[in-house]
Each structure stands twice: as structure tokens, then as C-alpha cells.
């Protein structure tokens, strides 16, 4: 079994600074791909960023510059440093990852969401 935890959300005035994380625990094997996801009121899901397990990284033009993801493989944690903050990218936060477990094959996992909010 696999668990993901996102901590990090909250509101922040536009201008302003976050950071998420998204740890990954139970019988993990090892993470391929990580990546964030938002999904605002009445849109659909979209893809933030992601980072392979080589430390490329790919970034949603409209964050590029100012979203910064990382990793830390030996604590199966996944990072947004979010800077330079707009009430547009006021949304819920997911982090998805590539999990390979020790039993079973590869799955895909999804946080449970944090809530960040962007005051103007």
C-alpha cells in the first residue's frame, strides 16, 4: 500500500511565496515520475510541472519562471516552490506520482489536494 501526504498549502497575498510538499510512504520500491497538478472552481485539472527520476523537469507555461519543482529520493518527496504568487493560480494542488511498489506492478497515485489561495 501506498500513502501520499501534501502539506504546504494556504493563502498567501499576491507577490508572495509557497511551498508544497508531497511525501510518498509504504512499500515503495522506487518513484519514477512526480508531478504536480491544480484544478481550479469550475476548470478542468492541469498539469503544473513534473520531474523524472533523473531530474528533468518539464514546467506549464504559465508558471515557468516562477515554479520551481524538486525531489528528494531518499525521502520519497516531491516539491513546488512557488514564487512570485497571482490570484490566478489560486486553486487545489495535486501530486501524482509513477509508484513502482515491491508487490504488484507500477501505479499511478494521486495526494489528496492542498488549497492555495491568492489574495489581490
Known amino acids: 500500500q501506498v500513502q501520499l501526504v501534501e502539506s504546504g498549502g494556504g493563502l498567501v497575498q499576491a507577490g508572495g511565496s509557497l511551498r508544497l510538499a508531497c511525501a510518498a510512504s509504504g512499500s515503495i520500491s522506487r518513484i519514477d515520475r512526480m508531478g504536480w497538478y491544480r484544478q481550479a472552481p469550475g476548470k478542468e485539472r492541469e498539469l503544473v510541472a513534473t520531474i523524472t527520476s533523473g531530474g528533468s523537469t518539464t514546467y506549464a507555461e504559465f508558471v515557468k519562471g516562477r515554479f520551481t519543482i524538486s525531489r528528494d529520493n531518499a525521502k520519497n518527496t516531491v516539491f513546488l516552490q512557488m514564487n512570485s504568487l497571482k490570484p490566478e493560480d489560486t486553486a487545489v494542488y495535486y501530486c501524482?506520482?509513477?509508484?513502482?511498489?515491491?508487490?504488484?506492478?507500477?501505479?499511478?497515485?494521486w495526494g489528496q489536494g492542498t488549497q492555495v489561495t491568492v489574495s489581490s
Open positions: 501524482n506520482l509513477d509508484v513502482w511498489p515491491w508487490v504488484d506492478g507500477k501505479g499511478v497515485y
